[in-house]
């Protein structure tokens, strides 16, 4: 398989945690979009970067979030970065969902999004 690349995904996929909410916002919207279009040659550019780069990034998100905000901030931030991490499963998308179980997201009956692994314990109570 050739490897395709889809630029302005991955700088999305960088930009998910920015400090400024507009381009967090802008960035979690196109990388959601991108994720949802059906076009076979779309998903082939950003399949990889999706499983491999997008739900290791959000640990590191998550890591940060935590060490630079005030407590009630960052469980402000950690819940809104849960919440797109549950826009990413509810997308169905099997590589990534196998990705973000990996890295220790985990999707609940009720459809909250959790970060259980032992490597990241003590997240969700920020």
Do not use: W, Y
């Amino acid at each position: 398989r050739t490897l395709q690349r889809m630029p302005m995904f991955e700088r999305s996929v960088q930009l998910v945690g920015h400090k400024d909410s507009m381009v967090q916002t802008s960035a979690r919207s196109a990388v959601l979009k991108i994720l949802s279009l059906e076009s076979p040659a779309v998903r082939a550019a950003v399949e990889d970067a999706s499983s491999g780069v997008l739900a290791p990034h959000l640990v590191t998100v998550a890591c940060a979030t935590r060490l630079h905000r005030s407590p009630a901030e960052a469980r402000e931030k950690l819940s809104e970065l849960l919440d797109f991490a549950g826009d990413l499963f509810r997308l169905g998308l099997q590589p990534l969902t196998a990705s973000l179980e990996q890295e220790g997201f985990v999707i609940n009956e009720s459809g909250r999004v959790t970060l259980t692994d032992h490597q990241h314990e003590g997240f969700n109570q920020v």
